[in-house]
């Protein structure tokens, strides 16, 4: 007897979806197995980071570029600062490329063990190319988070050198 909002599975073929209790207080809809399509979802979403991870790296190397060569003409503790920010970019950028990358791979691993049958190592090593996904975009947070505070800085000194002096208040 099947309920109403029960699936049944074909002989030698698994259920789409399981009802779980969760707790004892409410059920859940549980996926149960992963198809060939369901890591190729990342294809064009990993393609797509790693365009634009590998545009910020070109930009901030053409700016290191740029600020070696000032920094060799005359150097400042400015420059010397500005560079260091770089440095800590560029190292972001390098462990967001080679996460991207690696959750890439599992991805492509994760299909060959499920077009072999393995589906159990299939689901976990999908699971760890997420987990190196959400890795790879943290660190895109906290690189744009520190790409954003530099320009402010730049800002804030504009502004600062162009608002009017006041006169000290007595």
């Known amino acids: ?5 029960e699936t049944r599975a074909s002989p030698g073929r698994p259920a789409a979806a399981e009802r779980r209790p969760l707790s004892g207080c409410a059920t859940i809809t549980h996926m149960t197995r992963i198809t060939l399509a ?12 790693m365009l634009a991870f590998t545009n910020r790296f070109l930009a ?12 060799k003409e005359k150097p400042d503790e400015v420059l010397y600062g500005q560079i260091r920010n ?3 970019r560029l190292d972001l950028i390098r ?11 599992l991805c492509v ?8 049958g393995t589906i ?3 689901e976990v090593v999908f699971g760890l190319g997420l987990v190196l996904m959400i890795a790879s975009l943290a660190l895109s947070i906290w690189e744009i988070q520190i790409s ?3 320009l402010n800085l730049h800002l804030s000194d504009i502004e600062e050198k162009r608002s009017p002096r006041r006169p000290p208040s007595r």
């Open 86 to 88: 770089l440095r800590t």
């Open 120 to 122: 159990g190592a299939a």
């Open 109 to 116: 691993f994760s299909m060959l063990l499920i077009y072999v």
């Open 38 to 49: 369901t890591p190729a979802l990342l294809f064009s979403a990993i393609s797509l980071l």
């Open 148 to 150: 954003v505070d530099a």
């Open 1 to 5: 007897q099947i309920g109403e909002n």
């Open 60 to 71: 901030l190397a053409n700016l290191v570029r740029g600020l070696h060569a000032a920094y």
């Open 95 to 105: 462990w967001m490329q080679v996460f991207g990358i690696a959750s890439l791979l």
